[in-house]
T-cell receptor, first 115, second 109 residues
Framework: DTGVSQDPRHKITKRGQNVTFRCDPISEHNRLYWYRQTLGQGPEFLTYFQNEAQLEKSRLLSDRFSAERPKGSFSTLEIQRTEQGDSAMYLC?????????????FGPGTRLTVL | KNEVEQSPQNLTAQEGEFITINCSYSVGISALHWLQQHPGGGIVSLFMLSSGKKKHGRLIATINIQEKHSSLHITASHPRDSAVYICAVRSSGTYKYIFGTGTRLKVLA
């Protein structure tokens, strides 16, 4: 399968712990997005990478959140000192610069539960 | 008030009915997307619009830039169309996407 993959699919952690999620986009997709989705809501934009450059970051991305895409391929999203309010589905999507429609392909998400 | 509003929030239809889902936005945009999300979270992109109208199978999407409004229509609805339909706009001059809260559609056989 050559779709967007995310790991882990589920993560349960205790408040105060650090967690890291990984996203592997579709090969050769230059664009990579991270979103957060809570129950009953639409996704919220967190950050955008074009190749390895982080070009935009939401104000939602507090200083406890950091994202990287060091080689322009996979990306990681780290949350430090997790809080119960961080519990959500974290979605990754990728698209190609060559796509005029910027059709985004979404991964299955990582569901985070902070106890 | 959300920058992207969808209506209705919930919709139940009988199989075969014509369905319309609406999206209104208050920001300048460079593009509007319609997405489909099934239970369990999987999201699929349906359309990207910057003007006019697009059709794919039984799905039709329209956008009116002046009125800042888009509609998604489903003709001859089927139970497999049951999902959450989400409108998302790309804010002008940014890479940021703003999403509506979704319309939960249930089509009964």
């Amino acid at each position: 399968d050559t779709g967007v993959s995310q790991d882990p699919r589920h993560k349960i952690t205790k408040r105060g712990q650090n967690v890291t999620f990984r996203c592997d986009p579709i090969s050769e997709h230059n664009r990579l997005y991270w979103y957060r989705q809570t129950l009953g809501q639409g996704p919220e934009f967190l950050t955008y990478f074009q190749n390895e450059a982080q070009l935009e970051k939401s104000r939602l991305l507090s200083d406890r959140f950091s994202a990287e895409r060091p080689k322009g391929s996979f990306s990681t999203l780290e949350i430090q000192r997790t809080e119960q309010g961080d519990s959500a589905m974290y979605l990754c999507a990728s698209s190609s610069l060559a796509s005029l429609a910027n059709e985004q392909f979404f991964g299955p998400g990582t569901r985070l539960t902070v106890l | 008030k959300n920058e992207v509003e969808q209506s209705p929030q919930n919709l139940t239809a009988q199989e075969g009915e014509f369905i319309t889902i609406n999206c209104s936005y208050s920001v300048g945009i460079s593009a509007l997307h319609w997405l489909q999300q099934h239970p369990g979270g999987g999201i699929v992109s349906l359309f990207m619009l910057s003007s006019g109208k697009k059709k794919h199978g039984r799905l039709i999407a329209t956008i009116n830039i002046q009125e800042k409004h888009s509609s998604l229509h489903i003709t001859a609805s089927h139970p497999r169309d049951s999902a959450v339909y989400i409108c998302a706009v790309r804010s002008s001059g940014t890479y940021k996407y703003i999403f509506g809260t979704g319309t939960r559609l249930k089509v009964l056989a």
